[in-house]
């Protein structure tokens, strides 16, 4: 397995980040944009992109703010990674942005970022900020 990189991406999002808040931290609202199907119990939650299946615990939410999802192993064990949508609002000028972190191998690391930015541009279409 090769070893795997943190990174951080910024978004501009024309959206309140209450509204945000709601796509980054439902299954409903993550299901619009971020995979084809959400499910959760409790803090568990599953990603779903067609035949492939994901599974997280909700590690940390910080309500409006931002929610950090720890990928697990069957026997719902942490492992190492996380991803983490973070919303942040410029005090001046109240223009909001999503702040993505999440884990990549180096070798894929541009194509993770490539997949992120499709994505987030469905969640901009979503919200109607596109």
Do not use: C
Not at 30 to 45: K, P, Y
């Amino acid at each position: 397995m090769s070893h795997k990189v943190q990174y951080e991406l910024e978004f501009p999002i024309n959206s309140s980040p209450q509204l945000l808040y709601q796509y980054i931290s439902t299954p409903s609202g993550l299901s619009e944009w971020f995979a084809d199907n959400v499910n959760s119990r409790g803090e568990f939650f599953t990603f779903i992109w067609e035949d492939v299946e994901e599974s997280a615990r909700l590690a940390s939410k910080k309500t409006g703010e931002r929610v950090r999802f720890k990928w697990i192993d069957e026997d719902k064990k942490d492992l190492e990674f996380f991803f983490e949508l973070r919303i942040m609002e410029d005090e001046i000028t109240k223009d909001v942005s999503l702040v993505v972190t999440d884990f990549a191998p180096e070798d894929e690391l541009e194509a993770s970022k490539l997949l992120w930015e499709n994505q987030v541009s469905d969640l901009k279409h979503v919200l109607g900020s596109a």
